[in-house]
């Protein structure tokens, strides 16, 4: 049975608050699309909540309208429409055609008009209208059968209105909102209504009189003589202005509901469309409104065809065989996680091409030690090349089976991450949409989330088999597709030379950990406690009340309200306790100090005290962190589960956290850092002749910048001098500015624009460097490091100053920060290779910023260091030498 419901849109309104509620989103050309992609998820949104029969959108014409004609001023002093959303006006229609959404747009006239003629004519044919808008002109229009969906909140929410709700809220009925108008204006449309006449006594006097008509022809009876006459004098300009707020229900065009029906779209131009523009969420959306049961039955009846599942070892022997005489092995596993050492995978689909697909289910297997000979056979030929996706993770989990899988040729998540290393999201569902717009069900889908989350092993086995087939499928095209594209942009050595070799490395890292003392850490914990404790109490003395101490409203009131502090800056919510604003005040109370201290310590307790403590491996007594090959835009890897990166040591407490870093008996941490690399790079790259020279005469660098700075020789440089010259040296790659620099020395704008004045007088190479990067990348829209990594820069190309400025320094520093991160990986895979060639116990078992780890037996210790050392000064040849400092210890703490 038909609804009869039909959804209409007011496509100005709608993407005019897209776009003020969503930050800046760009795609790596540089197009806006913050407004599209906000639109498209409130239509998706509105679409899926109301189930609507038919659809259209509304739009303005740029022609002026019958209102304009009336009243020159109407909508005068608006401001123009930014340059930023005017650009994605014509691309949002292009969308709409495309999911053959009907538009409605006629000269003359506003949308509001089609809106409410539409309205008008489909309540006449026994339609239930929805009506979506930002502006609450709309309101006029809400009937019992009409409702106005009223965006708040940016367009996260609707309230929505029908007749009663208008009139419970505003106290007037629909019709008598535009009286309303007449009566106390718009200003966003300058409507005038009548100087003085707020909404309250325009309420008051329409609740008492009806219409702006009932009240010009009694106004004897309003007792308030300054209200009579300010309403004497404005008749006229208040029935112009009830005028100009109608919105006009009999436009005079031809209807048709046929024309609004919601129908079938072209999925796959829609699904080009979305790619254009990088929607990659948008895209899992309109798949997922096709028939999931029938995608489904599809996949089921091609997989009867091509996937074959083993149930025994006899034929599992026979497979086996057969795919060892193949050059590759394309596969995908899942596993029941329990404990890295313990984690169990359940099943497998492995394939060599795009012909047969083989389903191993462990659990079907009597014999299964007999299957994991199998397993290990096939998975360790040296002469089958591996191919996966997210392979670290497959490794990680294959180990506590005794399988260390061998010749992982290609990993299609590395080689998306490198082709567009912006994403947020490299999943293989995420590809599977990008490259064949299929909707591909992902791991949290098949298990769940929260309390209904399943184990592995309680999903149906016939299930897990579609899901394993499905990936391993989508896999083999992938590996094909990202092969070409990244040919194209000239990444085949920096993926086959550096990435895929590293994901190994990574591996082994995980799953070896970190050793930690939790005797230190627990004893740590009562240290801190203690001190944490200790503030507080001091923080209320000197407050002269309690409070708490970690609500930023509580600590404002009592910094500006009751000890009278100078407020810095102010947020929505009342005063800015931030870090900044603390450290202005720092001697402005003897609180301040105690305020700073107190967050520090709570921060190493909570952070790294308490989470460490929870994270420790209850079998290996190791900490296992994960290390993110795909996360960073500069090409850097990072940590998590902990982030080992973020230890803040530059205070001694946090120094002291690195104690409970332990090497197991017999051994010793051997750490070895990279000296001042990102300025190393930097010289390579400018070519400038006073940084080369520093580092080839091996000079302390921030000793010869401040020479060269201040005017003076290398021996009158002073330690004030130094950290000054310092502060400039690693923020000029940054593009850091005469505020910047100002804030890190506390010093004025003034000086600090004479300090970075006189750096690129001095160092005339590096200030060339750094126009080219960004002439270059405002041709190119991108910058690249010395292997080629690349990254987009669509920031520069934007016309808001602050977004571009951003875009300006990136394309500055990517060359240099991605070129150390390159250099680092290298490093890591050469140290990896040597200690395993070399038959070593020693392991890679940390990498923090530009620092390596490895943890070797005491026997092993001069090998090792040598070993590191040549690595990483090795790692790639510059016009400067690479310098490691290394040192040795027990613990992290003693390598320092």
Same mark, same amino acid.
Request: hydrophobic share 40%; net charge negative.
């Given at each position: 049975?038909?609804?009869?419901?039909?959804?209409?849109?007011?496509?100005?309104?709608?993407?005019?608050?897209?776009?003020?509620?969503?930050?800046?989103?760009?795609?790596?050309?540089?197009?806006?699309?913050?407004?599209?992609?906000?639109?498209?998820?409130? %239509?998706? $949104?509105?679409? =899926? @909540?109301?189930?609507?029969?038919?659809?259209? *959108?509304?739009? &303005? !014409?740029? #022609?002026?309208?019958?209102?304009?004609?009336?009243?020159?001023?109407?909508?005068?002093?608006?401001?123009?429409?930014?340059?930023?959303?005017?650009?994605?006006?014509?691309?949002?229609?292009?969308?709409?055609?495309?999911?053959?959404?009907?538009?409605?747009?006629?000269?003359?006239?506003?949308?509001?008009?089609?809106?409410?003629? %539409?309205? $008008?004519?489909? =309540? @006449?044919?026994?339609?239930?209208?929805?009506? *979506?808008?930002? &502006? !609450?002109? #709309?309101?006029?229009?809400?009937?019992?059968?009409?409702?106005?969906?009223?965006?708040?909140?940016?367009?996260?929410?609707?309230?929505?209105?029908?007749?009663?709700?208008?009139?419970?809220?505003?106290?007037?009925?629909?019709?008598?909102?535009?009286?309303?108008?007449?009566?106390?204006?718009?200003?966003?449309?300058?409507?005038?209504?009548?100087?003085?006449?707020? @909404?309250?006594?325009?309420?008051?006097?329409?609740?008492?009189?009806?219409?702006?008509?009932?009240?010009?022809?009694?106004?004897?009876?309003?007792?308030?003589?300054?209200?009579?006459?300010?309403?004497?004098?404005?008749?006229?300009?208040?029935?112009?202005?009830?005028?100009?707020?109608?919105?006009?229900?009999?436009?005079?065009?031809?209807?048709?509901?046929?024309?609004?029906?919601?129908?079938?779209?072209?999925?796959?131009?829609?699904?080009?469309?979305?790619?254009?523009?990088?929607?990659?969420?948008?895209?899992?959306?309109?798949?997922?409104?096709?028939?999931?049961?029938?995608?489904?039955?599809?996949?089921?009846?091609?997989?009867?065809?091509?996937?074959?599942?083993?149930?025994?070892?006899?034929?599992?022997?026979?497979?086996?065989?057969?795919?060892?005489?193949?050059?590759?092995?394309?596969?995908?596993?899942?596993?029941?996680?329990?404990?890295?050492?313990?984690?169990?995978?359940?099943?497998?689909?492995?394939?060599?091409?795009?012909?047969?697909?083989?389903?191993?289910?462990?659990?079907?297997?009597?014999?299964?030690?007999?299957?994991?000979?199998l397993l290990k056979e096939l998975l360790e030929a040296e002469n089958i090349e591996k191919i996966s996706h997210d392979a670290k993770k497959e490794l990680v989990h294959f180990y506590p089976l005794g399988i260390e899988i061998k010749n992982i040729g290609f990993d299609t998540m590395i080689g998306e991450y490198l082709i567009d290393p912006t994403k947020t999201n490299y999943s293989i569902k995420e590809l599977a949409m990008h490259y064949y717009g299929e909707n591909l069900m992902e791991e949290e889908e098949l298990r769940g989330k929260g309390k209904n989350r399943l184990d592995v092993v309680e999903i149906p086995?016939?299930?897990?088999?579609?899901?394993?087939?499905?990936?391993?499928?989508?896999?083999?095209?992938?590996?094909?597709?990202?092969?070409?594209?990244?040919?194209?942009?000239?990444?085949?050595?920096?993926?086959?030379?550096?990435?895929?070799?590293?994901?190994?490395?990574?591996?082994?890292?995980?799953?070896?950990?970190?050793?930690?003392?939790?005797?230190?850490?627990?004893?740590?914990?009562?240290?801190?406690?203690?001190?944490?404790?200790?503030?507080?109490?001091?923080?209320?003395?000197?407050?002269?009340?309690?409070?708490?101490?970690?609500?930023?409203?509580?600590?404002?009131?009592?910094?500006?309200?009751?000890?009278?502090?100078?407020?810095?800056?102010?947020?929505?919510?009342?005063?800015?306790?931030?870090?900044?604003?603390?450290?202005?005040?720092?001697?402005?109370?003897?609180?301040?100090?105690?305020?700073?201290?107190?967050?520090?310590?709570?921060?190493?307790?909570?952070?790294?005290?308490?989470?460490?403590?929870?994270?420790?491996?209850?079998?290996?007594?190791?900490?296992?962190?994960?290390?993110?090959?795909?996360?960073?835009?500069?090409?850097?890897?990072?940590?998590?589960?902990?982030?080992?990166?973020?230890?803040?040591?530059?205070?001694?407490?946090?120094?002291?956290?690195?104690?409970?870093?332990?090497?197991?008996?017999?051994?010793?941490?051997?750490?070895?850092?990279?000296?001042?690399?990102?300025?190393?790079?930097?010289?390579?790259?400018?070519?400038?002749?006073?940084?080369?020279?520093?580092?080839?005469?091996?000079?302390?660098?921030?000793?010869?910048?401040?020479?060269?700075?201040?005017?003076?020789?290398?021996?009158?440089?002073?330690?004030?001098?130094?950290?000054?010259?310092?502060?400039?040296?690693?923020?000029?790659?940054?593009?850091?500015?005469?505020?910047?620099?100002?804030?890190?020395?506390?010093?004025?704008?003034?000086?600090?624009?004479?300090?970075?004045?006189?750096?690129?007088?001095?160092?005339?190479?590096?200030?060339?460097?750094?126009?080219?990067?960004?002439?270059?990348?405002?041709?190119?829209?991108?910058?690249?490091?010395?292997?080629?990594?690349?990254?987009?820069?669509?920031?520069?190309?934007?016309?808001?100053?602050?977004?571009?400025?951003?875009?300006?320094?990136?394309?500055?520093?990517?060359?240099?920060?991605?070129?150390?991160?390159?250099?680092?990986?290298?490093?890591?895979?050469?140290?990896?290779?040597?200690?395993?060639?070399?038959?070593?116990?020693?392991?890679?078992?940390?990498?923090?910023?530009?620092?390596?780890?490895?943890?070797?037996?005491?026997?092993?210790?001069?090998?090792?260091?040598?070993?590191?050392?040549?690595?990483?000064?090795?790692?790639?040849?510059?016009?400067?030498?690479?310098?490691?400092?290394?040192?040795?210890?027990?613990?992290?703490?003693?390598?320092?």
């Amino acid at each position: 049975m038909e609804k009869n419901r039909i959804l209409i849109i007011d496509g100005n309104s709608l993407i005019n608050r897209a776009f003020y509620a969503l930050p800046p989103l760009t795609t790596k050309e540089g197009q806006h699309t913050n407004a599209i992609y906000g639109f498209m998820t409130m %239509l998706f $949104k509105v679409i =899926e @909540e109301y189930q609507p029969d038919h659809i259209g *959108v509304a739009f &303005d !014409k740029k #022609a002026p309208t019958f209102r304009h004609k009336e009243y020159g001023e109407y909508k005068a002093g608006r401001k123009k429409m930014p340059p930023e959303l005017a650009e994605q006006m014509e691309p949002l229609k292009e969308v709409l055609d495309a999911l053959n959404i009907y538009r409605i747009e006629i000269e003359g006239f506003e949308a509001d008009d089609l809106i409410g003629t %539409l309205a $008008k004519y489909c =309540e @006449e044919n026994a339609f239930e209208s929805f009506i *979506v808008t930002g &502006d !609450k002109d #709309a309101l006029q229009l809400a009937t019992d059968r009409t409702k106005i969906l009223i965006t708040k909140k940016g367009i996260s929410n609707l309230a929505v209105y029908d007749d009663k709700k208008v009139l419970e809220d505003f106290e007037v009925t629909p019709l008598q909102f535009i009286d309303l108008k007449g009566l106390m204006g718009d200003k966003s449309d300058n409507i005038p209504g009548v100087p003085g006449v707020g @909404e309250k006594t325009a309420v008051k006097l329409i609740k008492e009189f009806g219409s702006v008509e009932n009240l010009v022809q009694n106004l004897q009876q309003i007792s308030a003589v300054k209200l009579r006459e300010k309403i004497e004098s404005n008749v006229q300009q208040a029935i112009l202005s009830k005028k100009l707020a109608t919105i006009i229900t009999n436009v005079p065009v031809e209807m048709s509901l046929e024309n609004l029906k919601l129908e079938e779209f072209d999925r796959n131009k829609v699904l080009e469309i979305f790619k254009k523009y990088e929607f990659n969420s948008l895209m899992n959306k309109v798949m997922s409104t096709m028939d999931e049961k029938k995608v489904e039955k599809e996949v089921r009846e091609e997989s009867t065809t091509f996937l074959h599942p083993i149930e025994d070892t006899e034929t599992l022997e026979t497979v086996i065989n057969s795919l060892k005489e193949k050059g590759q092995l394309v596969f995908k596993s899942i596993t029941e996680e329990k404990n890295i050492v313990q984690d169990q995978v359940i099943a497998l689909a492995v394939a060599a091409d795009d012909s047969n697909y083989y389903y191993i289910d462990l659990r079907n297997f009597q014999d299964t030690d007999r299957v994991i000979e199998l397993l290990k056979e096939l998975l360790e030929a040296e002469n089958i090349e591996k191919i996966s996706h997210d392979a670290k993770k497959e490794l990680v989990h294959f180990y506590p089976l005794g399988i260390e899988i061998k010749n992982i040729g290609f990993d299609t998540m590395i080689g998306e991450y490198l082709i567009d290393p912006t994403k947020t999201n490299y999943s293989i569902k995420e590809l599977a949409m990008h490259y064949y717009g299929e909707n591909l069900m992902e791991e949290e889908e098949l298990r769940g989330k929260g309390k209904n989350r399943l184990d592995v092993v309680e999903i149906p086995r016939e299930k897990l088999q579609l899901y394993l087939y499905q990936q391993v499928k989508i896999i083999v095209g992938l590996k094909k597709a990202i092969e070409e594209k990244m040919q194209e942009l000239q990444l085949t050595n920096l993926y086959y030379e550096v990435e895929l070799p590293l994901i190994e490395v990574l591996a082994t890292m995980e799953f070896k950990g970190i050793k930690i003392d939790a005797n230190m850490l627990d004893s740590f914990k009562v240290e801190f406690k203690s001190k944490i404790d200790k503030l507080t109490e001091e923080i209320f003395a000197l407050a002269g009340a309690t409070f708490n101490i970690n609500s930023p409203k509580q600590l404002g009131e009592i910094l500006f309200d009751r000890l009278q502090l100078p407020p810095i800056k102010k947020t929505k919510t009342g005063y800015s306790t931030n870090v900044e604003v603390l450290e202005k005040l720092y001697d402005k109370h003897d609180i301040i100090p105690k305020i700073l201290d107190y967050r520090q310590v709570t921060k190493l307790k909570t952070t790294y005290i308490d989470g460490l403590l929870n994270i420790i491996n209850p079998i290996t007594k190791r900490i296992h962190s994960n290390f993110n090959q795909t996360v960073t835009a500069t090409g850097r890897i990072s940590s998590t589960e902990p982030n080992l990166q973020n230890i803040p040591i530059k205070l001694e407490m946090g120094r002291q956290l690195r104690k409970v870093f332990i090497a197991e008996d017999n051994h010793k941490f051997v750490d070895a850092d990279y000296s001042q690399i990102e300025l190393r790079v930097l010289a390579h790259i400018s070519e400038d002749d006073n940084l080369l020279e520093s580092f080839l005469q091996d000079q302390d660098v921030h000793t010869r910048t401040a020479s060269e700075i201040f005017n003076v020789s290398m021996e009158e440089v002073t330690p004030s001098m130094r950290n000054s010259a310092k502060a400039v040296n690693f923020g000029i790659v940054y593009g850091i500015s005469d505020f910047g620099l100002a804030e890190n020395l506390n010093i004025s704008r003034y000086k600090a624009k004479n300090y970075i004045d006189s750096y690129l007088e001095k160092y005339v190479s590096v200030k060339e460097y750094m126009e080219e990067s960004v002439k270059a990348a405002k041709k190119n829209g991108y910058v690249v490091t010395l292997l080629n990594r690349r990254r987009y820069l669509p920031e520069i190309a934007s016309k808001n100053f602050n977004i571009r400025s951003f875009g300006e320094r990136i394309a500055m520093n990517t060359p240099i920060q991605g070129s150390a991160a390159d250099i680092i990986k290298i490093a890591m895979v050469k140290v990896y290779k040597r200690l395993k060639e070399e038959n070593l116990e020693a392991k890679l078992i940390l990498q923090v910023h530009d620092e390596l780890i490895v943890e070797c037996p005491n026997e092993e210790l001069e090998k090792t260091k040598t070993i590191v050392k040549e690595s990483m000064e090795e790692a790639m040849s510059l016009k400067v030498p690479l310098k490691v400092d290394l040192a040795y210890g027990d613990t992290w703490y003693d390598t320092k």
